[in-house]
């Protein structure tokens, strides 16, 4: 294999230090995923079968969850079988794939987070337009936008970067990355780089930006208003403002681990590298299904607590 044209297939090198309790790691990645669908599923059909869940402030909901199923199948089902191979390959063409699947999945989670954060600042802000700026064309619109604008940006980098010829044919990771892909070719990389930087700047900052100037609006409302308004205000954003950060924070290691590996054990890079697959789709059904008080009453009625 000596070109690009010519990869078969590519070794994922990050399992090497897996292997010795593989069935181990195994036994917790299948209960991770089985965990993931049954807990995503049964709050997405709470909010699905009770007509009082039909509401903006929900659906974003069930489309975060949705997000997560969609993470969750691009990782776990090639992770597991992984493990109990005894090589971990990958064609070019199926590593550009995950590749493509997950930066959207990740890169839509903001998105998400965003409108997230939108539909709470009118609702609490600016309660009198609620109705007239948070419509049912208005979610809609914001629900395509947050799987179809990521899609877009990252098709671009992941079509960029088959193009590239690639020098080296194993990454040191477990799971297909863009970055990892780049760094293993043998050509000139400079646009690949300017690009990346310019999709991780226009897909993250604006959002972030946004979210902490809708929370900080709303922290300064409910500072002026009654006792029972700001426990209604903590009630409804709490939850959200928690997948926030908890997404936020492991994004921002998975960025910085990424590009800086030096001092780093590989082991943590590893298991680093999926935590954005992991934490969130395990803990955003559980927070959701037992903060939010509407979805915890349909929950509780489903699992007769």
Same mark, same amino acid.
């Given at each position: 294999?000596?070109?690009?044209?010519?990869?078969?297939?590519?070794?994922?090198?990050?399992?090497?230090?897996?292997?010795?309790?593989?069935?181990?790691?195994?036994?917790?990645?299948?209960?991770?995923?089985?965990?993931?669908?049954?807990?995503?599923?049964?709050?997405?059909?709470?909010?699905?079968?009770?007509?009082?869940?039909?509401?903006?402030?929900?659906?974003?909901?069930?489309?975060?969850?949705?997000?997560?199923?969609?993470?969750?199948?691009?990782?776990?089902?090639?992770?597991?079988?992984?493990?109990?191979?005894?090589?971990?390959? *990958?064609?070019? !063409?199926?590593?550009? +794939?995950?590749? /493509?699947? &997950?930066?959207?999945?990740?890169?839509?989670? $903001?998105? %998400?987070?965003?409108?997230?954060?939108?539909?709470?600042?009118?609702?609490?802000?600016?309660?009198?337009?609620?109705?007239?700026?948070?419509?049912?064309?208005?979610?809609?619109?914001?629900?395509?936008?947050?799987?179809?604008?990521?899609?877009?940006?990252?098709?671009?980098?992941? *079509?960029?970067? !088959?193009?590239?010829? +690639?020098?080296? /044919?194993? &990454?040191?990771?477990?799971?297909?990355?863009? $970055?990892? %892909?780049?760094?293993?070719?043998?050509?000139?990389?400079?646009?690949?780089?300017?690009?990346?930087?310019?999709?991780?700047?226009?897909?993250?900052?604006?959002?972030?930006?946004?979210?902490?100037?809708?929370?900080?609006?709303?922290?300064?409302?409910?500072?002026?208003?009654?006792?029972?308004?700001?426990?209604?205000?903590?009630?409804?954003?709490?939850?959200?403002?928690?997948?926030?950060?908890?997404?936020?924070?492991?994004?921002?290691?998975?960025?910085?681990?990424?590009?800086?590996?030096?001092?780093?054990?590989?082991?943590?890079?590893?298991?680093?590298?999926?935590?954005?697959?992991?934490?969130?789709?395990?803990?955003?059904?559980?927070?959701?299904?037992?903060?939010?008080?509407?979805?915890?009453?349909?929950?509780?009625?489903?699992?007769?607590?």
């Amino acid at each position: 294999m000596v070109g690009a044209l010519n990869v078969t297939y590519i070794t994922l090198e990050g399992h090497v230090q897996l292997l010795k309790y593989r069935y181990v790691y195994f036994s917790i990645t299948l209960a991770l995923f089985i965990l993931i669908i049954c807990s995503n599923t049964i709050v997405l059909y709470l909010i699905y079968v009770h007509e009082s869940l039909h509401e903006p402030m929900y659906i974003f909901i069930a489309a975060l969850l949705s997000n997560a199923l969609f993470g969750s199948i691009a990782l776990y089902p090639k992770l597991l079988v992984d493990l109990l191979s005894e090589t971990q390959t *990958i064609s070019h !063409s199926a590593c550009l +794939l995950q590749t /493509f699947l &997950l930066f959207v999945y990740g890169s839509s989670e $903001f998105t %998400l987070l965003t409108a997230m954060a939108f539909d709470r600042y009118v609702s609490i802000c600016r309660p009198l337009q609620y109705h007239s700026l948070v419509r049912t064309q208005t979610v809609k619109l914001m629900l395509v936008l947050a799987w179809f604008w990521p899609a877009c940006t990252i098709g671009v980098g992941v *079509i960029l970067a !088959s193009m590239l010829q +690639l020098c080296k /044919f194993k &990454l040191e990771r477990i799971v297909c990355d863009n $970055f990892s %892909l780049v760094k293993s070719s043998c050509g000139d990389i400079t646009v690949m780089h300017v690009y990346g930087l310019v999709v991780l700047t226009i897909d993250t900052l604006p959002y972030l930006i946004f979210i902490v100037f809708s929370y900080t609006r709303i922290l300064i409302i409910s500072l002026r208003r009654s006792k029972d308004f700001r426990r209604g205000a903590l009630r409804t954003c709490l939850p959200h403002l928690v997948v926030f950060m908890n997404f936020g924070i492991i994004i921002f290691f998975e960025v910085i681990q990424t590009r800086i590996s030096s001092g780093i054990p590989h082991i943590v890079r590893i298991i680093a590298s999926i935590l954005y697959v992991v934490i969130p789709p395990v803990f955003n059904p559980l927070i959701y299904g037992f903060k939010m008080k509407e979805i915890s009453k349909h929950l509780k009625a489903l699992l007769k607590l």
